[in-house]
């Protein structure tokens, strides 16, 4: 892959990202169990990487269409080469820090998780015990004979491929077995007395007991064995039908699509690997080489330590007193512009919101947009409660929200029933803004709206973890346009005036940015201060990086904070000199996208929904929202700051996009999440308990 091509190719990117992940599991500063989950989520994005993206390289590669190949930024050949080889390299890495760094700390700690060695004496009638009693039941051996049909391999499914022998005999008989850990935990605690806990995986109790599930037999070898599917919803039309019927039906397909990966353990017997490969009908591109664990995302459901140092104090959500001695949080709103930071702050301000709304006598009708809903949501059960109460609950589900397709269907059945009307999907279009408005008469009667705007999805479990904001508004020409986007959901009718506050992708969003770029271009070609700051999670959109490109060749300072995937080679001499790109991966997930550009002075401040995507900008629904209020701008400035400040968990990304630390872990002195955590605990008296 040539260092030289101005983008980099978005899924190589993304793998500079999720090492970044795998990285924080090496940081000693962050407590044992902790970096433990960093394992997992880089074990969670990558089986979900395998699931879709190398799913639709394979299929674009495919292709005998040379126009679509070369529409994409390189050929997909070329990519996923660099792709296995950059995974094969990273996966040895996660190896490494499992066995030589985490294992070690674990041992030092008093806990010994068994890893392909003897089980002691001692734990062998428990071990024996657990199998009988709880594993037993949901085993479904097979022999795989070379006559009979193969069995199906579910999607993300583990398996053991066995290599047997009847004593006596010279011939070779292969099987395949489940290892049930969707149904059982992947982790057992044994029970030992003393200091020591001890853990052992559902596959080493499995795999200790072959004898009984195979008796007769000489057991000659045992690998462990996995199969990624395609995970990708394909409608192939959304224009004409009932789009809802057709998602249902291919999350039905989504299990059993085609193979995208093969994983195997790297010291399983050549000939059974052949076997399976000729059994299973899998390419040779499918096929990868791991170790003899996998879904390490389980790592996830470890037992707990007993050792409280071994994991982060819970950090409390902060309170505003401002929003909490009052009598309608509306009135409040009224006052002045409110905003909030999630998870620093506490997220029960935007429950009432929802909760107020639905039985307020005063608040006539609701209009929100749900992406991603919790669970068990308190959002979507005000919802209910605001309809069944006679106010006109109107919500748009995207229903292509990917993996979350068939809890948002689950919930808008409920609230439909309730009496809520339901929007669903815009063909070719995914909602993505998240947004809400309420319409409120006053004393006098007049109707006013209230909205809130925000970064992160309406999801009160995520909003634990996600780096987000929300901004509660009563302003004017902010609501006025909101619900011209409620109206275009609704009706699909285009505003007959333009968006002069709100960035709205299908009418303004790109071509907005793209302005405010040209101004600090201009003001950088006259020689005066030019500056623009970005934060966000992914920016690829082709147009965009060459606008910033052209910033920089006359001299605009461009600072970028992005989390994931960054097409821009940032520190280019005579390209992109004047960019300069940091990642934070910490406790939370940065997620809000922040635009900040100097504006001559008066700065200019717009959050976001929306990366920098064709996706997003093109193919979406996303709503930005300017600041007004000082207070809240200097807020985000001060975040901001931090963040191109932090020297802990900051990594620069060079024009290869590698993570390279800031300073030394050991020198380091600002550490953004915590540092705004407590700036903001500065500002407010947070002695109210919290109810999360």
Not at 237 to 261: A, C, H, M, W, Y
Not at 327 to 341: G, K, N, Q, T, Y
Not at 582 to 590: A, G, P
Request: proline share 5%; aromatic share 10%.
């Amino acid at each position: 892959m040539s260092n030289q091509a101005p983008y980099i190719p978005r899924d190589l990117s993304w793998l500079s990202f999720n090492y970044r992940v795998l990285l924080e599991a090496t940081d000693k500063s962050v407590p044992l169990f902790e970096r433990i989950k960093f394992l997992a989520i880089y074990s969670s994005n990558l089986d979900e990487f395998f699931r879709v993206r190398i799913a639709s390289l394979r299929q674009v590669d495919a292709l005998d269409k040379p126009d679509i190949k070369k529409a994409l930024y390189h050929m997909p050949q070329e990519v996923l080469d660099s792709i296995y080889e950059e995974v094969n390299n990273q996966q040895d890495e996660y190896g490494r820090i499992f066995r030589e760094e985490i294992l070690p700390e674990l041992f030092d700690n008093d806990i010994h998780l068994y890893q392909n060695e003897n089980i002691r004496p001692e734990h062998r009638a428990f071990v024996v015990r657990y199998f009988r009693s709880k594993v037993l039941s949901y085993l479904q051996p097979t022999i795989l004979s070379q006559g009979k049909k193969a069995p199906f391999l579910e999607n993300r499914a583990i398996y053991l491929a066995v290599k047997l022998q009847k004593p006596g005999s010279n011939h070779v008989t292969y099987a395949h077995l489940n290892i049930p850990s969707g149904e059982l935990p992947r982790f057992i605690s044994i029970p030992q007395p003393g200091h020591t806990q001890y853990l052992i995986m559902l596959d080493d109790i499995i795999r200790y007991n072959l004898t009984a599930i195979f008796p007769g037999y000489i057991i000659l070898g045992c690998y462990s064995i996995k199969l990624n599917r395609d995970a990708d919803l394909a409608i192939e039309d959304e224009f004409s039908g009932d789009l809802v019927n057709k998602i249902r039906t291919q999350l039905d397909q989504r299990e059993i699509g085609p193979p995208s990966r093969f994983l195997y353990d790297s010291e399983i017997d050549p000939d059974l690997l052949d076997f399976l490969v000729e059994k299973f009908k899998l390419n040779e591109k499918d096929l990868v080489s791991g170790g003899r664990y996998h879904n390490l995302y389980d790592l996830f459901s470890i037992p707990e330590p007993k050792k409280e140092s071994l994991t982060y104090h819970p950090l409390a959500a902060l309170h505003k007193p401002a929003l909490e001695n009052i009598v309608s949080l509306f009135d409040a709103i009224d006052s002045e512009d409110r905003m909030l930071h999630f998870p620093y702050q506490s997220y029960d301000y935007v429950l009432r919101f929802f909760n107020e709304a639905a039985i307020d006598p005063a608040v006539t009708h609701i209009k929100v947009t749900l992406y991603r809903i919790a669970h068990n949501s308190f959002i979507a059960n005000a919802l209910i409660s605001a309809a069944r109460n006679g106010k006109k609950v109107t919500v748009f589900v995207e229903v292509k929200a990917r993996f979350d397709e068939e809890n948002n269907l689950r919930w808008a059945e409920k609230m439909e029933k309730a009496g809520v009307r339901l929007i669903y999907s815009i063909p070719g279009l995914k909602v993505h803004a998240k947004v809400a408005l309420v319409r409120r008469r006053d004393e006098e009667g007049n109707k006013k709206h209230y909205a809130f705007f925000g970064t992160g999805n309406f999801n009160e479990n995520t909003a634990n973890i996600y780096a987000d904001h929300g901004l509660m508004t009563s302003h004017a020409g902010m609501t006025d346009e909101l619900n011209n986007v409620f109206k275009y959901l609704h009706k699909r009718k285009i505003p007959k005036e333009e968006f002069r506050h709100l960035l709205v992708s299908q009418f303004n969003l790109d071509t907005r940015f793209v302005k405010m770029i040209d101004k600090e271009i201009a003001a950088a070609k006259e020689g005066k201060p030019a500056s623009i700051i970005i934060k966000l999670n992914n920016i690829e959109e082709r147009h965009m990086i060459d606008k910033l490109y052209e910033a920089s060749q006359v001299g605009v300072d461009i600072q970028l904070i992005v989390r994931g995937i960054c097409c821009l080679r940032p520190g280019v001499k005579g390209l992109s000199e004047n960019i300069r790109a940091i990642r934070i991966v910490d406790r939370f997930l940065e997620h809000a996208r922040i635009f900040i550009f100097h504006n001559g002075g008066s700065e200019k401040m717009y959050l976001s929904s929306a990366d920098w995507m064709r996706r997003n900008l093109h193919d979406r629904i996303e709503v930005g929202f300017p600041l007004y209020d000082p207070k809240l701008k200097a807020e985000i400035r001060k975040l901001i700051d931090l963040q191109l400040q932090d020297t802990c968990k900051g990594s620069l990304l060079d024009k290869h996009l590698v993570n390279h630390p800031i300073v030394g872990r050991e020198d380091c002195q600002v550490r953004s999440q915590m540092d705004f955590y407590e700036w903001l605990r500065s500002q407010e008296d947070n002695t109210l308990p919290d109810l999360n």
